[in-house]
């Protein structure tokens, strides 16, 4: 027996994997298929826990008992309700589908290698966290994952683009006056996009550092930096990862 469910872990492990490592190798060759499952995956999963959150948070918004006579007011606002949580969703989700992109397209090779692998890294130790919450205190990793895992997992994506060297002023000049031509294609604006990313970071970091310690600074900078985005991005899909084991665990 013994043997026999820990043959079964394996092999949701191995299929938790393997769906991440798909997820990255999809933004990988495919950014804009990425974006676009980014999207699809963010609203499925925004327009019923938005709508939630916002039933769940009606006593906050209103002065007034949700029971009885007195609730006559919010039940006239649950179209309302609606309206806000599926925008809400939408905005989101467009947001996300927009980061999913433009991490992902560029023209470095080597530099969409590394931010692959570190997307990977971070929607499995966000998947992994899931499932402890789950395990350890009956959470639900859905709503954990979509309203609270977006920081952490920034922090680990956003810690990791901080050790690709920053380009130099020269570099980037020499690619906006020689590289990049006058209707620049998704793949040269974005890595465009990425290089001025980079040196905005390096400018802030330097800024940091004349009030804070080295340490503090660079921690502050990593918080601040737009790589955080991508936390949401990465949240998104260790939500379907710890949703996918969650529901083969019931099963076996």
């Known amino acids: 027996m013994f043997l026999i469910r ?6 949701i492990l191995v299929v938790e994997l393997a769906l991440i490592v798909g997820v990255a190798a999809l933004g990988y060759f495919q950014p804009l298929w990425f974006a676009a499952l980014t999207f699809a995956v963010a609203l499925a999963i925004g ?7 916002l039933q769940n948070e009606l006593r906050f918004y209103f002065d007034r008992d949700t ?9 006239r606002a649950s179209l309302w309700l609606w309206l806000v949580a599926l925008t809400e969703a939408l905005f989101k989700a467009v947001l996300a589908g927009v980061v999913a992109l433009v991490t992902f397209s560029g023209t470095d090779a080597n530099r969409l290698l590394w931010v692959a692998i570190v997307l990977a890294i971070a929607i499995f130790a966000g998947s992994s966290v899931l499932r402890w919450l789950t395990n350890r205190f009956d959470a639900r990793p859905g709503r954990w ?3 609270r895992i977006g920081v952490p997992l920034g922090v680990i994506f956003s810690t990791a683009m901080a050790f690709l060297p920053a380009p130099t002023y020269a570099k980037i000049g020499w690619d906006l006056l ?9 793949a040269q604006g974005s890595e465009m996009l990425f290089l001025l990313k980079q040196k905005f970071d390096e400018l802030t970091l330097a800024l940091l550092q004349t009030v804070f310690s080295p340490e503090l600074a660079q921690a502050i900078a990593v918080v601040i930096s737009v790589n ?25």
Not at 6 to 11: G, K, S
């Open 6 to 11: 820990a043959f079964v872990n394996l092999l």
């Open 47 to 53: 327009s019923r826990l938005e709508v939630l959150r």
């Open 67 to 75: 029971h009885g006579p007195a609730a006559s007011a919010p039940a």
């Open 145 to 147: 994952g979509y309203f």
């Open 178 to 186: 020689f590289n990049l031509s006058a209707r620049p294609t998704l």
């Open 228 to 252: 955080m985005l991508t936390g949401f991005v990465a949240g998104i899909y260790a939500v379907m990862a710890a949703e996918t084991v969650r529901a083969l665990e019931g099963r076996s």
